[in-house]
């Protein structure tokens, strides 16, 4: 998977482009239910005995697991505690029943992820009594108890992987009883999935169910027939789960970077077995790991979008390097939807695109023309992030306000979304096409775009330009309301435009209430500048790479728009 990137990946198409919405897909409100009742048949009798059959005696290989793990969290394992993302776990008594976990604790231990950082300490005599003793503390909870709650599509694909490249960590027992019971479990999971990986929702969750398909054919004895039948449905997923550049269909940086990981594991089956995987395989590897950096800020972690979390650079540096994939940053996402600008010291990745599909996205976000800045290794404006992480204190009303526009740096109108969410949890209408216009020249470099998605409602078009200059030192933006033409007649509404600040940001206000001085905490001093709107300075909060939330403030334009519209200036300069 290594080689010099691609010619184009970092190439800019300038000019003008129509950005729409995509055409809905995925599964319909019925196959959701159809779906939901073949989940409750796995409890039965029936879908027990399809899950009989000859089991193997071994693995045919073990392959590596490309991605290094965290050795602070594998001592702690190894002291009697697991830890993730701001929530812990005991080791003794563990039992794998979910309870008192959130959604994202509980992924993490199901798909046995933490395999990885035991691995990462290279000691086996001492790590693998503790992960046998995980194992039969899981094999004795779920094993037999075929449920939603570890037995999910993606789940059991991500633990095939990680069971196959930790195999000598949950294998090393001289009790044969044990090693069978493991092996048998294997052979279940993959026959399980081949039954229900096409009831997977599209997307990455997909591709990870299929994944865990191939692998169990790549690994076990005369595999061959599950193998060509897994890479079949791969075949598919991949094409359902990717757009053309390289991202992830419902839009998340976070998703993204699940999925590299998945196709890097499975790359390394296929090595393990000198195997050369299914063509649209690597050409999705190689698109999407520039795709992934051109979403990385200036401190090496992750953009928050669709509420994903702000991976951290550590994490984002292992998910790349054990890729295998050599590329600059993607800058411009035609498909994706993210545009970067990158010079100097600071970075931006703007929003230009519709919202994913309702059906293919949980959490998604009414985020559109909103954007994210840093300078080096600090974040000056940044989005709240977060809603999709699962993470403890995710209720759901706070779930619901990290979606809105206004957790997103953008504008709002009439303190409404820019693209509705329903009470339900699924997106609406709202934007359904971006008109888009990037420039680059001496003088810096240039994007206006503009959304349609208070058009219907309020009669008003959205258009952000923003303008960088060739050092970085100058960011210039233009927010403009306009009357979009339509048969509904503009009507007066405010509006609210918020630059939600970094955690580590002091924000004083300038004596004429127009402007204010963002003091980064051991960095620089960034003086703002408006014109059209009242300026005030509210509180804010940020949800951090391991899911915690940091109190941070936000600056926020308002006014309001008369039927003609209304115009909103505003300029960031580096000072010193």
């Given at each position: 998977?290594s080689g010099?990137p691609?010619?184009?990946s970092?190439?800019?198409e300038v000019?003008?482009?129509l950005?729409?919405?995509?055409?809905a897909?995925g599964s319909?409100?019925?196959e959701r239910?159809?779906?939901q009742?073949?989940?409750?048949?796995?409890?039965t009798p029936?879908?027990a005995f399809?899950l009989r059959?000859?089991?193997?005696l071994?693995l045919?290989?073990?392959?590596?697991?490309p991605?290094?793990?965290?050795?602070?969290r594998?001592?702690?394992?190894l002291?009697?505690?697991i830890?993730w993302?701001g929530e812990?776990?005991e080791?003794?008594?563990c039992s794998?029943?979910?309870?008192g976990w959130?959604?994202?604790?509980?992924?993490?231990?199901?798909?046995f992820a933490?395999?990885?950082?035991l691995?990462?300490?290279n000691?086996?005599?001492?790590?693998?009594?503790?992960?046998?003793?995980l194992?039969r503390a899981?094999l004795?909870?779920?094993a037999e108890?075929?449920?939603?709650?570890a037995?999910r599509?993606?789940?059991?694909?991500?633990?095939i992987l990680y069971?196959?490249?930790?195999a000598?960590?949950?294998?090393s027992?001289?009790d044969?009883?044990?090693?069978?019971?493991v092996?048998?479990?294997?052979a279940?999971?993959a026959r399980?999935?081949?039954?229900?990986?096409d009831r997977v929702?599209?997307?990455?969750?997909?591709v990870e169910?299929w994944?865990?398909?191939?692998?169990?054919?790549l690994?076990m004895?005369?595999?061959?027939?599950?193998r060509?039948?897994?890479?079949?449905g791969?075949?598919?997923?991949?094409?359902?789960?990717?757009?053309s550049?390289g991202g992830?269909v419902c839009?998340s940086?976070?998703?993204?970077?699940?999925?590299?990981?998945?196709l890097?594991?499975?790359?390394?089956?296929?090595?393990?077995r000198r195997?050369?995987p299914?063509t649209?395989?690597?050409?999705?590897?190689?698109?999407s790991v520039?795709a992934?950096?051109g979403?990385?800020?200036g401190?090496?972690?992750?953009?928050?979008?669709q509420?994903?979390?702000?991976?951290?650079?550590?994490e984002?540096?292992?998910?790349?390097r054990?890729s295998?994939?050599?590329a600059?940053?993607?800058r411009?996402?035609?498909?994706?939807?993210?545009?970067?600008?990158?010079s100097?010291?600071?970075?931006?990745?703007?929003?230009t695109?519709p919202?994913?599909v309702?059906?293919?996205?949980e959490?998604?976000?009414?985020?559109t023309?909103?954007f994210?800045?840093?300078?080096?290794?600090?974040r000056l404006?940044?989005?709240?992030?977060?809603?999709r992480s699962?993470?403890?204190?995710?209720v759901?009303?706070?779930v619901?306000?990290?979606r809105?526009t206004?957790?997103?740096s953008?504008l709002t109108?009439?303190d409404?979304?820019?693209?509705s969410i329903h009470a339900?949890g699924s997106?609406?209408k709202?934007?359904e096409?971006?008109?888009?216009?990037?420039?680059?020249?001496e003088?810096g470099?240039?994007?206006e775009?503009?959304?349609?998605g208070?058009?219907?409602?309020?009669g008003?078009?959205h258009t952000?330009?923003?303008?960088m200059?060739?050092?970085?030192?100058?960011?210039?933006g233009?927010?403009v309301?306009?009357?979009?033409?339509?048969r509904?007649r503009?009507?007066t509404?405010t509006?609210?435009i918020r630059?939600?600040?970094?955690?580590?940001?002091?924000?004083?206000?300038?004596?004429d209430g127009?402007?204010?001085?963002l003091?980064i905490s051991?960095?620089?001093?960034w003086?703002?500048?408006?014109?059209?709107?009242?300026?005030?300075?509210?509180d804010s909060?940020?949800?951090?790479g391991n899911?915690r939330m940091?109190?941070?403030?936000?600056l926020?334009?308002?006014?309001?728009a008369p039927?003609?519209?209304?115009?909103?200036?505003?300029?960031?300069?580096?000072a010193g």
């Amino acid at each position: 998977m290594s080689g010099e990137p691609p010619a184009d990946s970092d190439s800019i198409e300038v000019g003008k482009r129509l950005v729409r919405a995509r055409a809905a897909s995925g599964s319909s409100l019925g196959e959701r239910l159809l779906n939901q009742f073949y989940r409750f048949t796995w409890r039965t009798p029936l879908h027990a005995f399809r899950l009989r059959g000859r089991y193997p005696l071994k693995l045919v290989t073990v392959p590596e697991d490309p991605v290094s793990g965290n050795a602070e969290r594998g001592r702690e394992m190894l002291e009697g505690m697991i830890r993730w993302r701001g929530e812990a776990q005991e080791v003794e008594g563990c039992s794998f029943t979910g309870e008192g976990w959130s959604r994202g604790f509980a992924d993490y231990m199901q798909s046995f992820a933490w395999l990885r950082d035991l691995g990462a300490l290279n000691d086996r005599a001492a790590t693998a009594p503790l992960a046998e003793y995980l194992m039969r503390a899981w094999l004795a909870a779920h094993a037999e108890n075929i449920s939603d709650t570890a037995w999910r599509g993606d789940l059991c694909g991500k633990r095939i992987l990680y069971w196959a490249a930790h195999a000598p960590l949950i294998l090393s027992s001289t009790d044969l009883v044990y090693r069978s019971t493991v092996l048998n479990t294997l052979a279940r999971t993959a026959r399980h999935l081949e039954r229900a990986a096409d009831r997977v929702p599209i997307g990455i969750a997909r591709v990870e169910a299929w994944a865990g398909i191939v692998a169990a054919g790549l690994l076990m004895p005369g595999g061959e027939p599950r193998r060509t039948f897994g890479e079949s449905g791969l075949q598919k997923a991949l094409g359902g789960a990717f757009t053309s550049d390289g991202g992830s269909v419902c839009r998340s940086p976070l998703a993204l970077a699940d999925g590299i990981i998945t196709l890097s594991m499975l790359a390394k089956v296929y090595e393990a077995r000198r195997a050369q995987p299914i063509t649209l395989m690597s050409d999705v590897l190689a698109k999407s790991v520039p795709a992934l950096q051109g979403a990385v800020m200036g401190d090496g972690g992750l953009s928050s979008w669709q509420g994903g979390l702000p991976l951290q650079k550590a994490e984002v540096d292992a998910i790349v390097r054990g890729s295998g994939v050599r590329a600059r940053p993607l800058r411009q996402a035609r498909d994706w939807g993210y545009q970067r600008l990158s010079s100097g010291d600071t970075v931006l990745v703007i929003d230009t695109a519709p919202p994913p599909v309702s059906r293919l996205v949980e959490a998604g976000c009414a985020s559109t023309l909103g954007f994210e800045m840093s300078d080096g290794a600090h974040r000056l404006i940044v989005n709240c992030g977060g809603a999709r992480s699962g993470g403890p204190g995710m209720v759901p009303a706070l779930v619901q306000g990290l979606r809105t526009t206004a957790a997103h740096s953008t504008l709002t109108l009439a303190d409404s979304n820019s693209t509705s969410i329903h009470a339900d949890g699924s997106l609406g209408k709202g934007v359904e096409e971006v008109e888009l216009d990037r420039q680059e020249a001496e003088a810096g470099s240039r994007i206006e775009a503009s959304h349609n998605g208070y058009a219907k409602r309020f009669g008003f078009l959205h258009t952000r330009s923003l303008a960088m200059s060739p050092d970085g030192r100058e960011l210039r933006g233009d927010d403009v309301l306009l009357p979009s033409g339509r048969r509904r007649r503009p009507q007066t509404s405010t509006f609210a435009i918020r630059f939600h600040l970094g955690p580590n940001v002091e924000v004083s206000p300038t004596a004429d209430g127009s402007g204010a001085l963002l003091r980064i905490s051991e960095g620089a001093l960034w003086q703002f500048r408006s014109h059209g709107g009242g300026l005030s300075i509210e509180d804010s909060l940020w949800i951090d790479g391991n899911g915690r939330m940091r109190p941070t403030q936000q600056l926020v334009i308002s006014g309001e728009a008369p039927p003609g519209g209304a115009s909103v200036s505003w300029a960031l300069r580096r000072a010193g």
